[in-house]
Structure formats: structure tokens, C-alpha cells
């Protein structure tokens, strides 16, 4: 599969150039029926999307885990990407791109590759192991995605965690401090990019302290310009400086003290510009000011931050305008009537060059800008398909990276409190624990952690507060020994789930666990009032120790709770394992708290 060489000095057409400028999302595709019913993955591709790339020059695509269900399958896709990429008329290659952090947003599958436990865990363990887990877990994430064919990867996050309430970044943050934030991220930025993926630092110029997520809304930051200078921008500042990322992506968020100039909206209102269509923030700021040479991508144009307001096209002119490079899924392709619009999309660009809506010496430095990239991390096509595969299968999801990743979920857990020294458990045979998690499945996870750590045989009962009995709680309670309780906020964002598509299949997602809190709270002074040795683990975003440490004698913090299940039906997963070691003393709880928790309230 040969691709042109020297193809960053190869002179495009308008046309090509403006092709180069769009990440299409494959997530889905149907061959006949509506795009707004087409849920069927797409993980081979068809001939008229292939055409598609090929005849448009297309610049890159997005990867979500509907499109990666099995090493074979992901690079035979990847493969098939590249090969359309080739017959185009440039013979460009494709930027594969995924959002693949680690934690809490990973699109491989977890059982496949190694998927850590996120940014905040990493965070946790600064104070102890500096950059060593930044910088190890990059060198993981970016070697397997490399065997797969995957090229750009939309990590790290160095968004500063300044705002509890946070419903999309939170524990993809590494810190509250933007100088542990800058220095984690300059780790990881240079492990990708020295393994041959290219990062995409995000979400530019901050998304630490919002309450609103960009997927179903427009945040607006109210900082002071000093405030943003010294917390939400410093981080990028640093690794500009340090280790320029190929990518940054920007954030969907209004920040009126950067800029405060307006534009109309798709309802004719004047509106403040979100900073992914700001000129004074994507040009004067970025490029200018911190001296950002590489590429500027869009976060996802489908978000409601953004398609709320304005149509795809003049959601495209606007971020081509203020000097962005790459528009990351600016239109919806589900069958292959969609493929119609790619032919009206650029259309319109191409009007808008020539109308000097857009500026064509801009757009040619920005193709450039591209292919410059794509030549230095010299993406041409696969191997033999057969050694792809073979290694592959040696690298992803292997001893030592899963070693590495129990390593990390261990060196996170953190100890917040221990009255009474109820840490570590003193079990003897026979003892009942209840536990009490979110759903049933974290109760299995936990049980079988300690199961298969203890010699003990215990007896062990479950609340899951996704729906649970109280009459059945408040009896396990009054029998239990020992309660072990956890608790998971913020709930799912969309993020995590993998897009807007999941929103409109379930609007009400966010709602589901409202009333969660109530619930374990009175269970937890069920717990207290029978004096029960009473353990809390905060299985998310620390911020929650506020709400429910009062009410237990010890209280953990994990940061993440991933969970694989394997055909026996055994429930595991990295954190759990590590808690189960802390709680019954095989191992200390060494990790620190990379953010402040608000002084607790009495309940």
C-alpha cells in the first residue's frame, strides 16, 4: 500500500486542502433507512465511504469504541482507512484519531487493552513517584495504539480541576494545581509523541471550572484574565514551551474576559463567541502569544456547545475563521445519502474562500500545517498485515502493562481518614459485610476482590442503589459486622459514553442516579446508629468525602472504578483489586488527594 512520498511539499488544490481540514466520525453507518435511526457499528469499511475519502481527500477520521471490538478487526479497519486515504489524489494519509485517556474515557475495549485508571489516580501518586506513572502509562497507551494503526490520540487532558462540580472533567484531570497539572502532561505528551502518536492536548484554553459539559451545553468561565493566565492557561503554556504538542483541540466555552466579541446565532441572536471560534483566542492567544505552531482541532462540532447555535457549515467557516485547522466531526455521515452533504460542505467553503469569507493564504498555511505533521510523524501505511497482527497481539493488553496498570490503581488509593484504626479490616471466619455501591456489579467487584485475598470465609450481602430494598437493606444492616459503602459522582457524562448519540437515544441519562445520595446516607446512618465498623470509598471524584466521610470511620478515595467480567462472570477490575489490598492490610494507602475537599458538613 504505497503512499506518495514527499507529500508535505505537494502542491493542493483548494479543494484537497479544504478536504485535509475535516475529522470525520465513522461511529456508525447504514447502508439503507434515516441517519438519525442508524446504530449498526461500523467496523469494516464500506465502498462508498472509502470512495468518499478518496475522492475528497479527506484529512483524518475518529474512532469510537463501536468501531474497535477486536485487535483483527481494528486493524483491518485501520488498514482499510489507509488504503482509501492512498487512491486519493494527494495519496495524503488518514490522521486516525480516538479518544483514548485512560480511566474514565478509553474507547478500546478494556478486556483487550490496558486502559488504567485516569488522570486523577496519576495525579494522586505525584507527591510519591513524580512523572513516573504519567510517563509510563503514556508509553503503554501510545505503544498499543500504535500497533492497532492509530496515529493522534486526544490525550492528555490538562484541563485544572478547579470546580467540584465539574460534570465532565473532574477525575480526567490531574489536579487542582496547574503547575502538577502542567508537569504531568508535559510527561505525557512527550512519551506519546516519542512512541509515534500524536497528542492532542485539551481542551484549549480550559474546561477546569465549568458546571455545565460542553456535550449538552455552552459553558461560560467568568475568570479574571489573571486567573485564567495563572490556572486554566498556564498548563498549555508549559508544554508549549516544553514538549509542543502536533495537536491541541479547543474547548466550547465562552470566556468573556478573553474575548468578548460577538456573532449571530443560528437564531439570529448575537451570542459571545464559544473560544473554538474565537480569533483573538485561537490566533492571538494560541499562535501569537504562547507561540503554538502545530495543529489546532475542534472539539466534536455535534456537541450542543456548538450545534445548538449555529448550523454545521457556519459552525466550520467560523472555527476555519478564527484560525482553527481541523474540524472534528462537522457533519453527520450515517448512509450513504449523507455522503451527499460532504459534496455541499465543500462547496460552501470553497464559496466562502472565494467571497473571502475565508482567507485562502490561511487556509493554504493551515493545510500545511497538516501535512507538515503527518510527514513528521511519518504516517504511511502498515506493515505486512500479518506481522501488524502478530505484534499487535504480542504488545496490547500483556503482562506487563497490566502489571503496570494494577500498579497505578494501587499507588492512587488514598486514605483520608481511619478513626479507630478500622483500617485494615480485622476479619475473622463467618463475619457478615454488607456492602453498599451503586449497583450490583461493584458489589461483586469488591466481594470477589476480598474473596480471593482472604483466607476467611465471610458472608457477605449487597444494596445497590440503583434499586434496593429497604426493608432488605435495613435487615442486612442490623446483621452486618462490617459495612463497606461507595459511592460514584458526577454521574456518566456523555464523554464517557462515547457521544451525542447516546443522548438522543436516552435523554434522561444524567437523571437516573438523582437519588442516590439520599438513600446512602440513610443507610450510612442506619450503619452509625448500630455503632457497625463503617468503611466509605469514594469510587470518582473525591468531592463527595464532604458529603458522606462524616458518617463512616474510615474513608478511601480510588478515583476510578473500572470493571471488566469475564465468561465465568468474575466481576474485577484494577481499583477494586487495590482497595481490597488496602482494606485488609496487604498493602498501604499511599496515595495524596490532588484536590481540596470542602470542609465536611455533620449529617
Known sequence: MPIKSSFADSALSLEQQLGQKLMLDLRYFCHQGSSERCRTALTELPDTLAKAISRYDIGGVILFSENTQSIEQIISLNQQLQQAASHSKSGLPLFISIDQEGGRVARLPRDVATSFTGNMSIGATYPEHGTYFATQTANVLATELSALGINVNYAPTVDVNMNPDNPVINVRSFSENPNDVAVLGAAQVSEFEKNGIISALKHFPGHGDTNVDSHTGLPKVMHSKEVIYAQDLAPFKHIIEQHSPGMIMTAHIQYPELDSSTLTNVDGKQMIKPATM????????LRKELNYQGVVVTDALDMAGISHFFSPTQAIINTFAAGVDIALMPIEIRTPDDIKKLDALIES??????????????????????????????????????????NAKHIIGNKAHRELEASLALAAITQITNNNNTLPLKLTAGQHIHIIMPDTRKCMAIQQAITALSSHALVYSCSSLQGFDPVDAQRNINQADIIIAGNATPNQSAVEIGGMDDLADNPDFALNNAEQPKALESLLKMANKHQIPTVFISLRAPYDIAQFGDSADAVLASYAYNIDVDKNEQVSG????ALAKVLLGQAPAKGSLPVTIKQSKSH
Open 278 to 285: 474565537s480569533r483573538k483566542i485561537m490566533t492571538d492567544i
Open 349 to 390: 467553503l470553497v464559496s466562502a474562500v472565494k467571497s473571502e469569507q475565508l482567507n485562502a493564504q490561511e487556509i493554504a498555511h493551515s493545510a500545511q500545517r497538516i501535512t507538515s505533521l503527518k510527514s513528521k510523524f511519518k504516517l504511511n501505511a502498515f506493515p505486512d498485515p500479518i506481522k501488524a497482527l502478530a
Open 574 to 577: 484494577p481499583a477494586f483489586t
